[in-house]
């Protein structure tokens, strides 16, 4: 099984003490609008940058904006990382 989450994806507690996760409705409807309003257009060169390996991007979606920090993924993938 695949499961991939954020500590800052709406509805998400981590327990890091107890090291478990949980999801709540409540909070979900609570952060939902906000989370959706700061993902709407990430900072590309803030994440390429970041020192993260593999990059999954929904190109259908993004990929108009994507290109705009052409420079950053080139560079990214000279670094040997991976976009998928």
């Known amino acids: 099984m695949y499961a ?11 327990d890091e003490q ?12 609570h952060e939902f ?10 900072d590309w060169a803030f994440l390429l940058n970041s020192g993260i390996d593999i990059l999954s991007v929904d190109a259908f979606s ?3 904006v994507f290109v705009r920090y052409i420079d950053e993924v080139k ?9 998928a």
């Open 62 to 64: 993004w990929g108009h």
């Open 33 to 42: 609008d906000e989370y959706i309003e700061a993902s709407s257009n990430p």
């Open 75 to 83: 560079e990214f993938l000279r670094a040997g990382k991976i976009i």
């Open 4 to 14: 991939q989450f954020s500590e800052h994806f709406p509805g998400i507690i981590i």
């Open 18 to 29: 107890k090291a478990v996760l949980h999801f709540s409705h409540k909070r979900f409807a």
